[in-house]
T-cell receptor, first 115, second 113 residues
Framework: DAGITQSPRHKVTETGTPVTLRCHQT?????MYWYRQDPGHGLRLIHY???????DKGEVSDGYSVSRSKTEDFLLTLESATSSQTSVYFC??????????????FGPGTRLTVT | QKEVEQNSGPLSVPEGAIASLNCTYS??????FFWYRQYSGKSPELIMS????GDKEDGRFTAQLNKASQYVSLLIRDSQPSDSATYLC?????????????FGTGTQLKVEL
């Protein structure tokens, strides 16, 4: 998984509680992304980062916040978890190559269940 | 209209045959195109990227891109049971810089003995 770890790998939490998922990379890549994957919707971008302290919203950012204080770590926080946020969450990383190519590699995923 | 469309399948092919997976996209500004393979319960794995019109071959895989028709395909030659997975098509406007991907919902491929 291209030097990417996610923690926790599985989590069950209750509605209304805050939850933080962590993505850690050892590739020193500049760009990091959080996606969620749901049946019928495919992978959808939540937030992404283009450098330390530089983040932006994706397609489905409501109810989520992110932080990136170090190159290697990108945190996703569900401020007050809801059942609609039950999903599999994937982190991805990428770097711009010298030829202009830009490919994303995914971490192993975190399965989150909100009861 | 979905931004990236794929037939959900399942697409069933016999072992040794050619599997053809198709993807259409709506954003004419798309510049980068990717195919990922995802086994059940696992994360997506990048298998092909293509940036210009035409064919790109890598082993048993060939990606084909036609920007005028807004169409990208993946051919898998000599299909093996281990190729049974869901194949995700992804597109991006950026060839450099931040590379936000838009994914299709995937095509399930089954390679039968």
């Amino acid at each position: 998984d291209a030097g990417i770890t996610q923690s926790p790998r599985h989590k069950v939490t209750e509605t209304g509680t805050p939850v933080t998922l962590r993505c850690h990379q050892t590739e020193n890549h500049r760009y990091m992304y959080w996606y969620r994957q749901d049946p019928g919707h495919g992978l959808r971008l939540i937030h992404y980062s283009y450098g330390v302290k530089d983040t932006d919203k994706g397609e489905v950012s409501d109810g989520y916040s992110v932080s990136r204080s170090k190159t290697e770590d990108f945190l996703l926080t569900l401020e007050s978890a809801t059942s609609s946020q039950t999903s599999v969450y994937f982190c991805a990383i990428s770097e711009l190559s010298g030829t202009g190519k830009h490919e994303q590699y995914f971490g192993p995923g975190t399965r989150l269940t909100v009861t | 209209q979905k931004e990236v469309e794929q037939n959900s399948g399942p697409l069933s092919v016999p072992e040794g045959a050619i599997a053809s997976l198709n993807c259409t996209y709506s954003d004419r500004g798309s510049q980068s195109f990717f195919w990922y393979r995802q086994y059940s319960g696992k994360s997506p794995e990048l298998i092909m990227s293509i940036y210009s019109n035409g064919d790109k071959e890598d082993g048993r895989f060939t990606a084909q891109l036609n920007k005028a028709s807004q169409y990208v395909s993946l051919l898998i030659r000599d299909s093996q049971p281990s190729d049974s997975a869901t194949y995700l098509c992804a597109v991006s406007r950026g060839q450099g810089g931040g590379n936000k991907l838009t994914f299709g919902t995937g095509t399930q491929l089954k390679v039968e003995l």
